[in-house]
């Protein structure tokens, strides 16, 4: 993990770099790791995991239990900080609302993060899902609806570079296409404007999803409508469900695109 991105040069912080590597060690269904896990995780000495996760808990961002740590509700904070810096969840929360309304399915809006999706907005309904989804959720893009458009959306030259990244998941998809199948299925989410993902990520799971678009005409998010696959047939998702989903894309990309062209004021 410490490879990831790692950064080089006199500016280079490296103890800042490792205090993120322990962060990100926490994996979905491990709240709780010892130290000889983080280091194992990391590849970081279990003197400095020690030092830094005491750290953490000296500011609140972690809690010692028993022989491991956990991180506490804090290091939302964190993440949250560049949700609300794009004022993206103010502008598409009461179009996603409405969706859920009309649709009655839970909607999600997602951006790039290399070769994963990163979960910025939700709005759900109650139903059992295959896999649980909150905000800074991630999972393979190549399998996922959102993913589908927002690869569409990179230039074609620099998708096989992206996709050769490794996930930081955690979750091994069932859709494992060869790189020119995928290339080509990009090219028909480029031309038609939205993608499927039918049970790619995990069983049940099937969902659409199209591109949300700031003032220049440039995908800067995704959005999709999902649904469980044994109640909802690829048929009545693309036919039903799709036309309300591409009309709020639409008027989340006019607010957002509003929203930019409104000059900052200073108190």
Not at 20 to 31: A, C, H, I, N, T
Not at 33 to 51: F, H, K, N, Y
Not at 61 to 80: C, H, I, K, Q
Not at 109 to 127: E, G, W
């Amino acid at each position: 993990m410490t490879d990831i991105g790692r950064g080089a040069g006199t500016d280079f912080i490296e103890a800042l770099a490792r205090g993120l590597d322990v962060l990100r060690s926490f994996r979905p269904g491990q709240p709780s790791m010892t130290l000889s896990d983080i280091a194992a995780e990391t590849g970081l000495a279990r003197p400095t995991v020690r030092r830094i996760l005491l750290t953490f808990e000296a500011l609140g961002y972690a809690r010692s239990e028993g022989r491991g740590f956990a991180l506490t509700p804090r290091v939302l904070e964190l993440g949250m900080a560049y949700v609300n810096s794009l004022n993206m969840w103010e502008v598409a929360r009461p179009h996603m609302e409405e969706l859920v309304g009309v649709t009655g399915e839970s909607t999600s809006m997602a951006q790039l993060d290399c070769s994963d999706i990163v979960y910025v907005a939700r709005v759900a309904v109650p139903k059992i899902v295959t896999l649980a989804v909150s905000i800074g959720t991630r999972f393979p893009a190549l399998a996922t609806s959102m993913g589908k458009v927002l690869l569409a959306a990179k230039e074609p030259a620099i998708v096989p570079a992206i996709l050769a990244e490794p996930s930081r998941s955690g979750i091994v998809p069932r859709y494992n296409p060869s790189l020119n199948s995928f290339m080509d299925a990009l090219l028909e989410v480029r031309a038609r404007g939205w993608a499927l993902a039918d049970q790619d990520l995990a069983p049940g799971i099937r969902s659409v999803a199209t591109g949300v678009r700031d003032g220049n005409g440039q995908v800067i998010a995704a959005i999709n409508v999902t649904v469980h696959a044994a109640e909802t047939s690829v048929e009545t998702l693309v036919e039903k469900h799709l036309p309300h989903l591409l009309r709020t894309a639409a008027d989340i990309s006019a607010d957002y695109a509003r929203l930019a062209t409104v000059p900052a004021t200073t108190v």
